[in-house]
């Protein structure tokens, strides 16, 4: 039997050229934002998230930041997966994660959101874990059909891909992809995620607009969710 791999998924990686202008600016983000911004997983309480704000907002501190994650997200779209983008790609959402030892991510993917990237801002692919990407069916994240049926071998085509990365690098891949990580063994894993959505998303006959939240409606949406009781009497 020939067995052939069809059309897979890119993910890219790219090294900043000012990484440790960026990772300065962040650090410094982590330490002002520690008394007032900062949330816990709900599956790990060794990694914490900061940036309901959506931290790449600060145009100040992070203005060519964005625009250069901007930019590598644009060619990603247009030239490795040839989709049609008719005007650009913007950053929606921008969060800062801080994994010490014990911490983890479960497998996840993000909605709302067309392509996603992580900024390996401190990180030493000697110590801290890798990002994982997987293909596993769960009741989580059904493959289409839904058929559940037990593993009996592992081969290339069913196993997690672990992404060997360095500090400074930027890697996107499309929203939809599950991933996340195993126990982190070390302090102090600092990464930047961020989502990503065309500024014009259209199929030749339909389309919108897409636009930012400002700050008092990204606020809103976070207060609503923390307070969301969706109780029944």
Request: aromatic share 12%; hydrophobic share 30%.
């Amino acid at each position: 039997m020939e067995v052939v791999n069809i059309l897979p998924t890119p993910v890219a990686i790219i090294p900043c050229p000012f990484h440790d202008k960026v990772k300065d600016n962040i650090l410094t983000e982590i330490e002002e934002q520690k008394l007032n911004q900062l949330s816990y997983n709900t599956n790990s309480r060794a990694l914490s998230h900061i940036g309901h704000y959506s931290v790449l907002q600060n145009d100040v501190k992070f203005g060519r930041f964005r625009n250069w994650c901007e930019q590598q997200a644009e060619y990603y779209a247009k030239e490795i997966k040839g989709d049609y983008i008719q005007e650009t790609v913007q950053v929606t959402d921008s969060w800062i994660n801080v994994a010490d030892k014990g911490g983890y991510q479960h497998p996840h993917y993000h909605s709302n959101s067309y392509l996603s990237a992580v900024y390996y801002v401190n990180y030493d692919n000697e110590k801290h874990i890798s990002t994982n990407f997987t293909r596993e069916e769960s009741l989580y994240f059904p493959s289409m059909p839904a058929l559940q049926l037990m593993r009996k071998k592992y081969t290339p085509h069913n196993q997690d891909n672990e992404l060997i990365v360095n500090e400074g690098e930027l890697i996107i891949f499309p929203a939809q992809i599950i991933h996340g990580y195993d126990d982190n063994q070390f302090q102090d894993r600092v990464t930047l995620s961020m989502n990503m959505m065309p500024t014009i998303v259209t199929n030749g006959d339909y389309g919108w607009r897409c636009v930012n939240l400002n700050k008092a409606e990204r606020e809103k949406a976070f207060d609503t969710k923390e307070n969301l009781d969706l109780t029944k009497e």
